[in-house]
């Protein structure tokens, strides 16, 4: 079991008496390691002086016998030469060279053999004593060390309640303003507190509860690699790249503003040839390039990796080449900027229409429930490809409702009751550029379409039943009408593309606060919004 498992099993008083007591039997092994080195060390400085007394030993009673007699015959000389010595002086002399010769084999032996003696039981008594010594200490100084660590837990449990009010200050301060580390991707619904990846390049570890704790008040300790993590932002937490905070998805949170701004969320759906992929395209490019001051959503794209294959996208409609079929695109495109006077991180979700056309394929659209509003691109060709067959109403509707069934699934995450789902939708024909809808609604490119004007072409076209639907489960729909690109695609012309009506449906989705923002709900009538 790994930290965060174990923090999430565990209570807070139980992981507090744990540490405690892994910190007094850490302390203990390391002075018990200690205590039996020192002993080791004395034995083996007593053992290695023994060896060399029984190594030298002839050696050594030798120069003890020299320096005896030595000191005898030097002392017998003084004595003489003051007159202490009385007698004959050669017989005095002879008798005193040869009596301190005797005393110095006599003495060097009884010398040596005591030496000997006594660094043999001074080592054996070492070897006793030093055991018994070294433990006395360490039995006195472990309930100093248990106080210590007494102290030292209270201690960080007394610092951990002005950092824990601090945390939980800053999570709902985050909280109010819309900040909820939401996971860019479309198979995933997380939104929570994110997990932090290990700054070491070799390691990228995840850690899902990088906060202040009892595994470390302001700084945790990689399990992996031994780096040391900052366990709040203003210790450089921020600096840290961000994960998903679900262990079964882990994708990297998008954009130099993750996590810094409030996220509003729009999803781009549609069925199959709706131009999703190119709405995108012109939507971004109108967002990020407008120069009108009464557009009211400014912003950038807020990644790198993002920000050059929009380039290269758009560099294809410069030239005139349509933007290639959306296959499989897993993340939210994201921009930072203004809505409104907010500044935001806006994510725009970009599916295959595939994934609408059949109510059995939801499941990737996992991110639907956190939406703030939907953009519904409807194909008026689809319609005007039906109007010769004496079913069109039929065919036609019933794959606009299966459209519209899949959404209202997805959006209100399987709950079908008769509440109205809090979130608005933007109802947009696309290709509104071709020659039967302008005559129907007008020309976008030259002037905006009335809402009530496009409802009721495409009522006439027959998505009356699809529509009732929409208006029937959502708090607000819209409708708009947009040209993409501007023009049909001609593969001889290389004649830029240039979208017209495009960001209207977004800028209206975002006008207004959010729907469950700062915990209100809004109740906008359908009708009256149309």
Known sequence: MNQSDRARSETFLRRAFRLSRQNLSATFADLNDWRRRCVAWAQLQADALYAWEMKHKWRLVLRLGVLIF????????????????????????????????????????VLS?????????????????????LLVSLLVWMPILALWQTAVV??????????????????????????????????????????????????????????????????????????RLPTLDWLGRDKLARRCGQPSCQMQLLGRHAGRAPERLVAIA???????????????????????????IKAVIDDPSQEAEFQRNWDNLAAGLPAAKTTDVALAFMLYG?????????????????EFDALGATAPQQYFPLLEGVVLLVDPESFAAQQTK??????????????????????????????????????VISKADLAFVTSEIGDVRQAPIPSEVCRTALMQWGGENALRALEQ?????????????????????????????????VEWLLSAHPLTHRGEEASVSSAGSH
């Open 70 to 109: 030595v000191g005898l015959t030097g002392w017998f000389v003084l004595d003489w030469q003051r007159g202490r010595v009385e007698g004959n002086a050669m017989q005095a002399g002879v008798g005193g060279l040869v009596g301190g010769a005797l005393m110095g084999v006599i003495g060097s032996a």
């Open 113 to 133: 053999f005591g030496t000997l003696a006594a660094v043999l039981v001074a080592n054996k008594l070492f070897k006793i004593l030093a055991r018994t010594v």
């Open 154 to 227: 209270t201690g960080k449990l007394l610092l951990l309640v002005p950092l824990f009010v601090l945390f939980i200050g800053t999570r709902l301060t985050q909280l109010w303003w819309g900040i909820f580390f939401t996971c860019p991707s479309r198979r995933c619904s997380y939104r929570g507190l994110p997990a932090h990846v290990c700054p070491n390049p070799e390691c990228q570890a995840s850690h899902y509860g990088l906060w202040p704790s009892l595994y470390g008040v302001l700084w945790h300790v990689c399990a992996q690699c031994g780096e």
């Open 270 to 296: 549609g069925g199959t040839n709706t131009g999703k992929t190119s709405y995108l395209l012109m939507t971004v490019r109108e967002i990020t390039h407008s120069g009108d001051a009464a557009t009211t």
């Open 338 to 354: 203004r809505v409104g006077r907010e500044r935001c991180q806006l994510f725009l979700y970009d599916a295959p229409g595939e």
């Open 390 to 427: 004496a079913d069109r109403n039929r065919s036609q509707t019933n794959a606009l409702l299966e459209i519209v069934a899949s959404v209202v699934r997805m959006t209100s995450a399987g709950n079908l009751g008769s509440a109205k789902i809090q979130k608005r939708v933007a109802v």
């Open 473 to 505: 489960r959502f708090a607000s729909v819209r409708y708009f009408a947009c040209s993409p690109l501007g023009r049909a695609v001609d593969n001889r012309s290389r004649e830029p593309f240039n979208g017209s009506g495009v960001s209207e449906p």
